[in-house]
Structure formats: structure tokens, C-alpha cells
């Protein structure tokens, strides 16, 4: 038979705790994130700095929605910290009937693809930008287990979602620690840093080798900023692509996207993306590996220390259109560790693997909307 499929205004009632701000008071603000990620305490304001004339005050346990961005999942429930706060008219609260509906049970399903569908079927068509009317947001629907059950599944979802959290921060921290270690190896100790060399030296620019035919599809690569390495990205047919040659990468070779360089969009190519290609953007270097290693290319340029010096190198009439010339990177210093510390080196990325930021989504990322959508995705009956 399944659960069955409610109302939530069969389930929970609007409230208004409704307040005229007064000046010389403080209100803590409320705001809501998108897509499930809960709320979150904004500025505070003194009375006489708003322009709302009344603020709404929130509980623990309240619904909150964001009128304008509901269709964007910026639903939440009120946390015990934010317990006391104040939200503007754009965001109406409800209280749920805690005989039937536990606060818990609603916090999991507003992270759901399922209620973000409904916000914004319901947000279609209203005045002013396609807010939802706080009345609209009482029509949607949910599954609604015996509380018992609800109490169950709540429990099993806060303690894979703590346990998530820890794997998380242990994946963080061992990070932090690699890459403290890479730093101290590729640079060597204070005292004794290694010699430094113009990267022109141990890496030779690649011309663009491929012309472009109109009916042949190209495999595409990219850059992640923030020091996330190269991927695969799409693919294009020869028709779609504005330029009249490529660069076809190999493996070990080291790229960059002239305009995002500056915060971290540098890297060596990985095996998997060997053969792709990228436009004349991508500046593609082979590097010497007799003299110098792409592992320690590639965990130099990752390191987040590194980035300032190219944001003073790149040129641009705004920090967000700052372009990395090839000459001014052949120029670039960087450290050349001896042949023993180079393998070490190696040898540490490689165990480093397991923890990497690749943007391949892993059982971390994919457990929890995975078991979401076994709990809320179609298991009730209509009613």
C-alpha cells in the first residue's frame, strides 16, 4: 500500500509572529539557502536601519520558505540556533502539527529533488518574478509515514549524515596534511630551500597541431579552478568549434586556461584525458621529465600558496578577466627538488589518491541523495 500523499496544509499552518521594528533593537536576520541546504543567520540590524516594516519572528522547528527561490529549493526547517531570529515578509514560516509531522521528517525532504520540483511547478506563472504565494506552498504534497516510522528513518538519516560529515573532515584533514608535506618536499626546509629554475627551462610549449574539420567530434578538456586538475569535459562536432585548430594533449603534458590560471587552474594531464584536445586558450607545455618530474609540476601549481604569485603576473582590466601569458609562465621560478626528493614526491601523490578533489562524484557525495530518494521518491499512495 506505501505511505500515503498529504497536503502539507493538512499537515501545517501558516504562523506570523509579526513584529514593528523598533530603533535602538537589534534583529538577528534569518536567510535561507538554496537546494535543501538549510538556513542560516544573515547580518543583524538595528530597528531604524530596515526598510521592512514589519519583521516576522521564527521558532525552532519552523518551516521557512524564500518566495522568491522556493523553485530553487530554498526551503528549510529553523534550527534551535536560529531559534528567535527575524525574517522579512519574504519568507513565510509555518508550524508544523507535531502529532503527525515531525520537523525532522520535513528537514530531509526539503533537500529532495521531489519537493524542489513542486516549489517550482508552483511558483510558475505567480506576480513578481515567480515568487510562490505563501497560500501555494500549503499545496504541497508529501509522503507521510506513521510518526514511529518517521522517528526511525529521521534517526538512520541524522546518524549517515554525522558519519558522512566525519569521513568528510578526516578526508579534509589528511588533505591538509599531504599538502603541507608536498610543500615542504617541493620547496625543501627553510634553511636549505631546493634551487630554483625558469619553468621555460624544463618545459617547451607545444604548437597547435589540429586542424578542425567540420564533420569530425572532438573530445574536450578543462581546468578546475582552486587547484582541482584537468578533466574531461564535452564533446563538440568540428562545425560547433569557433577556432581553426586544437591542441590534442598527452599525458604528462601541463595546461592552463589563460583567463582562469590565476586562481588555481593549472595542472598536468592526467591519463584519462590523454587525447583530448583544447582550443588555443590552453597554452600546453611538455615538460623534460630527465630533469623534472610532471608529478612535482603539477603539485607545485596545486598548491594554493602558489596562486598569488600568478595573480600579480596575469594581466587583465579586472580581477575576473586577468589572462596568464605563456611567456610570463616560462618565466615563473620553480623549485627543482633532487631526483631522490622527486620520487618521494611521486610516491606520496599516488597514496594521496584515495583523498583527491577529482570531480568524479564518489560514495561520499552520492550516499545521501541516494538514500533520499529511496525514502521520498514514490513510495506513497494519494490519498
Known amino acids: 500500500m506505501g505511505w500515503p500523499v498529504v497536503a502539507l496544509g493538512e499537515v501545517a499552518k501558516r504562523v506570523q509572529r509579526s513584529e514593528i521594528p523598533q530603533p535602538g533593537t537589534p534583529y538577528r536576520q534569518i536567510g535561507v539557502r538554496l537546494w535543501g541546504q538549510g538556513a542560516y543567520q544573515r547580518e543583524t ?3 531604524s536601519e530596515t526598510r521592512y516594516p514589519v519583521f516576522y519572528r521564527v521558532q525552532k522547528d519552523d518551516i521557512i520558505v524564500n518566495k522568491i527561490w522556493a523553485r530553487n529549493g530554498s526551503v528549510a526547517v529553523v534550527t534551535a540556533d536560529l531559534g528567535g531570529s527575524f525574517g522579512s515578509s519574504e519568507f513565510p514560516t509555518y508550524e508544523a502539527d507535531r502529532a503527525v509531522l515531525l520537523p525532522g521528517w520535513f528537514a530531509w525532504f526539503t533537500r529532495t529533488p521531489e519537493l524542489w520540483a513542486q516549489c517550482d511547478s508552483l511558483s510558475r506563472g505567480t506576480s513578481g518574478k515567480n515568487r510562490l504565494r505563501p497560500e501555494r506552498f500549503l499545496d504541497v504534497r508529501l509522503l507521510l509515514p506513521p510518526l514511529d516510522e518517521q522517528q526511525q528513518i529521521v534517526a538512520k538519516l541524522d546518524k549517515v549524515a554525522g558519519l558522512v560529515g566525519e569521513a568528510r573532515a578526516t578526508k579534509a584533514s589528511i588533505r591538509r596534511e599531504v599538502q603541507a608535506l608536498l610543500r615542504a618536499l617541493v620547496h625543501g626546509a ?18 597547435v597541431d589540429t586542424e578542425v574539420e567540420p564533420h569530425t567530434e572532438y573530445q574536450f578538456a578543462g581546468a578546475y579552478s582552486f587547484g582541482r586538475g584537468v578533466f574531461r569535459s564535452g564533446v563538440k562536432a568540428g562545425s560547433e568549434i569557433s577556432y581553426k585548430k586544437l591542441i590534442r594533449l598527452e599525458r604528462d603534458d601541463f595546461t592552463y586556461p589563460k583567463l582562469m590560471a590565476w586562481e588555481g587552474a593549472l595542472g598536468v ?12 586558450e590552453f597554452p600546453v607545455f611538455q615538460i623534460n621529465q630527465e630533469i623534472l618530474h610532471p608529478t612535482v609540476v603539477d603539485a607545485y601549481f596545486k598548491d594554493p600558496l602558489v596562486w598569488p604569485s600568478l595573480v600579480g603576473t596575469s594581466k587583465g582590466t579586472n580581477a575576473r578577466r586577468r589572462r596568464l601569458h605563456p611567456n610570463t609562465i616560462r618565466a615563473h621560478r620553480i623549485p627543482l627538488p633532487p631526483k631522490g626528493v622527486q620520487q618521494t614526491i611521486r610516491d606520496v601523490v599516488e597514496r594521496l589518491n584515495p583523498y583527491s578533489d577529482r570531480k568524479k562524484p564518489g560514495e561520499l557525495d552520492t550516499l545521501l541523495p541516494a538514500m533520499l530518494h529511496g525514502v521520498f521518491g514514490g513510495r506513497g499512495t494519494k490519498t
Do not use: K
Open 45 to 47: 540590524v538595528d530597528g
Open 190 to 207: 627553510p634553511e636549505q630551500p631546493h634551487p630554483t629554475i625558469p619553468f621555460g627551462e624544463v618545459a617547451l610549449q607545444r604548437p
Open 269 to 280: 594531464v592526467p591519463e584519462e584525458c590523454a587525447g583530448c584536445y583544447v582550443s588555443p
